[in-house]
């Protein structure tokens, strides 16, 4: 067993969300989305403070019932951890959350402007920078600071694009912090960081090179970080070692690939509701089933997979009646326009798949619009290509979590921009997001791809993630702080 350490977990959307029941009652609900997936098992190994914004009027509520303090919670398997939400005004959270990260930072670190129209940085974009992105990270940099005032021997873990300025506000006023970020989504070339003004660029990096250490998931959004330190903050770097000198101080960068953890993840794919949900799916599908599990977001390149599947079925009538498609979209961040929007074009282009090829009993392609966590284990199960084709994906879990559960010795189609890329290319159908022809013709490669082969690529990329699991994840990052920790302050401002 590793050693117990004390962590501070800081992210914006915390483990769990509170709301009240019909009957008036506070309960608690697992939040979603993939870092929490992979970070609720830190809290069973280490002691854990985990500061997260207040999502709900209910965690609002709660964290006034403790003065802002943290409240005691327990995960699933009954080990406890404290839990402090920061309680924003809810103009300035807003302002952060549907106008800068991710309107903005998401689209920057998954390149998804074509530059003509898109973005313009007007004057309500810099008023939720300041107003808006400062003031939350400023809210968060004041809750570390008061939890390293009662446990000064504890180490800081910053998680992603929502708390790039924290940081350094924490650093000021604690210089000895030892403090580590996690950035879970690409790193981009510098030129594309050009598209902010700045002051607003500057502020990113100089807030993430407070820490000391930075981890992405792969060694091409490191490279890219590297570089854009160098253009943007004129930062000195050794890139080989993966060292950043910057204001005197130095910031370790290492690729961290995130998994998942396999037993977990088995004994869910085994639950009660998977199982009536997977018979659901067993009942109807055709003999062969392309799957794919995302949120509906424009990284995720839904709408090119729905055409690459269109070109498929153009190419392929043999496989009328017998190949479909199950495409099961949470729909995700509808309060803002680009997402709305972009629901609507995979609804639009959904049609078109169906409108050119069904026939009385077969449908070609299944859209399923809902937030339905069993129903996409099931399918996990049930697949016998999974598409992930998206335009870039700092990781992509679902990469991972798919074939562990597979039942079928699914083929993984797998784009080349994806995190996951770096690590299971040996066993996957490689695609470039953008070629559509190429998606088509890589659905018929998997689709048609010999059993023991098909096998042999299935279990070893199930061999890979049992060795390579979130805990080999969170001590690998662990021990990247224990290397920093102990360094003398003259010994890294050269
Ligand atoms: P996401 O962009 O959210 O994560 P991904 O890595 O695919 O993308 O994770 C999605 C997660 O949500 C998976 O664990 C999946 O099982 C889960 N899920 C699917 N449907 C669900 C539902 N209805 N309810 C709840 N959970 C559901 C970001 C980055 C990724 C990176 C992760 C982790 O964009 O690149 O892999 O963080 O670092």
Redesign the pocket.
């Known amino acids: 067993m590793p050693e117990r350490r004390k962590l501070i977990v800081v992210s914006n959307r915390g483990p769990l969300t509170y709301s009240r029941n019909d009957a008036g009652e506070r309960v608690a609900a697992r939040g979603?989305?993939?870092?929490v997936?992979?970070l609720r098992s830190i809290v069973t190994q280490h002691d854990v403070t985990w500061i997260a914004s207040a999502m709900s009027d209910e965690d609002a509520l709660v964290s006034h019932e403790a003065a802002g303090d943290a409240i005691e919670e327990s995960a699933d398997d009954g080990s406890s951890y404290r839990l402090r939400f920061v309680a924003h005004d809810p103009v300035a959270y807003d302002r952060y959350y549907n106008v800068i990260a991710n309107p903005v930072l998401w689209f920057v670190q998954h390149y998804l402007w074509g530059l003509a129209n898109a973005p313009e940085f007007d004057h309500g974009a810099h008023a939720a920078w300041t107003d808006g992105y400062l003031t939350v990270n400023r809210a968060f940099a004041d809750a570390v600071v008061e939890e390293l005032e009662r446990s000064p021997e504890a180490v800081v873990f910053f998680h992603d694009y929502h708390l790039y300025v924290a940081p350094r506000l924490v650093r000021e006023r604690v210089p000895d912090a030892t403090m580590s970020h996690f950035v879970?989504?690409p790193w981009v070339m510098p030129d594309y960081w050009r598209v902010l003004p700045e002051p607003v660029r500057r502020a990113v990096h100089e807030g993430i090179l407070a820490n000391d250490v930075v981890s992405l998931h792969t060694e091409r959004w490191c490279r890219n970080f590297l570089r854009s330190c160098e253009d943007i903050v004129d930062a000195e770097i050794e890139f080989e070692r993966g060292v950043v000198r910057f204001a005197g101080r130095e910031t370790a960068v290492r690729a961290r690939p995130?998994s998942i953890d396999p037993d977990e993840f088995e004994e869910i794919a085994g639950s009660e509701e998977v199982r009536d949900a997977e018979r659901d799916i067993a009942a109807e599908r055709p003999e062969f089933l392309i799957v794919r599990?995302d949120?509906t977001?424009p990284s995720k390149n839904i709408v090119r997979g729905l055409r690459a599947y269109e070109l498929y079925l153009e190419a392929h009538p043999e496989m009328y009646g017998r190949v479909g498609m199950l495409a099961l979209l949470?729909p995700s961040r509808q309060d803002i326009p680009e997402y709305s929007e972009y629901l609507g074009a995979i609804q639009r282009a959904a049609r078109t798949v169906n409108d050119r090829f069904q026939h009385p009993g077969w449908l070609p392609l299944d859209l399923r619009i809902a937030?339905?966590?069993p129903r996409?284990i099931a399918a996990y199960k049930q697949f016998d290509v999974l598409l992930v084709n998206a335009i870039f994906?700092?990781?992509?879990?679902?990469a991972k979590?798919a074939p562990l559960v597979n039942t079928r010795d699914g083929a993984l189609v797998l784009s080349e921009n994806t995190?996951a890329h770096e690590e299971l290319e040996p066993w996957v159908v490689s695609v470039n997001p953008f070629d559509v022809a190429g998606q088509a013709e890589a659905l018929h490669v998997a689709l048609t791809m010999a059993a023991d082969e098909r096998r042999g690529r299935l279990e070893a990329i199930r061999r890979h993630i049992r060795e390579h699991d979130i805990s080999t994840w969170i001590e690998a990052q662990l021990r990247d702080l224990d290397e920093v920790v102990g360094r003398s302050p003259t010994s890294i401002s050269a």
């Open positions: 979603g989305g993939g870092l997936t992979a879970h989504i995130i599990v949120r977001d949470d937030d339905d966590f996409a994906d700092g990781m992509n879990l679902v979590e995190g």
